[in-house]
C-alpha cells in the first residue's frame, strides 16, 4: 500500500499557472508508475498525465499537453504537475495516482492508490 497526499491547489486567474505536489508514503520503495487526474463536477475522471516508474516515459492528454508538465523525483519519493496557462475550464479536483509498475503507466484502469485531491479554480 502507498498513501498519497495532494498539495498547491487554489485560486488562480486565467492565463495564470499553478504547481501540484503529491507526496508518496507507505511502501513507497516499490516502484510505482505516477498518474494526474482531474474530475469536474458532472463529469468523469479525466487522464491527464503520468510517467513511468523510472521517469523514461511520459504520456499527456491532448486537452493539456504543452501547458501541463509533469515530473518526479523518486529520491523524494514526490511528484509535481506544473501547470501553465490555466484555463477556466481547467477547474476540478486533481488527484494524483499510483499504479504498480508491472502495470501500463498510459492506461486508466492502472491505477490503484489514490490521494484524497486539490482543488484547483481558475477565474476567467
Known amino acids: 500500500q502507498v498513501q498519497l497526499v495532494e498539495s498547491g491547489g487554489g485560486l488562480v486567474q486565467a492565463g495564470g499557472s499553478l504547481r501540484l505536489s503529491c507526496a508518496a508514503s507507505?511502501?513507497?520503495?516499490?516502484?510505482?508508475?505516477m498518474g494526474w487526474f482531474r474530475q469536474a463536477p458532472g463529469k468523469e475522471r479525466e487522464f491527464l498525465a503520468a510517467?513511468?516508474?523510472?521517469?523514461?516515459?511520459?504520456y499527456y492528454a491532448d486537452s493539456v499537453k504543452g501547458r501541463f508538465a509533469a515530473s518526479r523525483d523518486n529520491a523524494e519519493k514526490t511528484v509535481a504537475l506544473e501547470m501553465n496557462n490555466l484555463k477556466p475550464e481547467d477547474t476540478a479536483v486533481y488527484y494524483c495516482?499510483?499504479?504498480?509498475?508491472?502495470?501500463?503507466?498510459?492506461?486508466?484502469?492502472?491505477?490503484?492508490?489514490w490521494g484524497q485531491g486539490t482543488q484547483v479554480t481558475v477565474s476567467s
Open positions: 507507505g511502501r513507497a520503495s516499490s516502484p510505482y508508475h
Open positions: 510517467q513511468s516508474w523510472n521517469g523514461i516515459n511520459t
Open positions: 495516482a499510483a499504479a504498480d509498475w508491472g502495470r501500463s503507466y498510459y492506461i486508466k484502469s492502472s491505477y490503484n492508490y
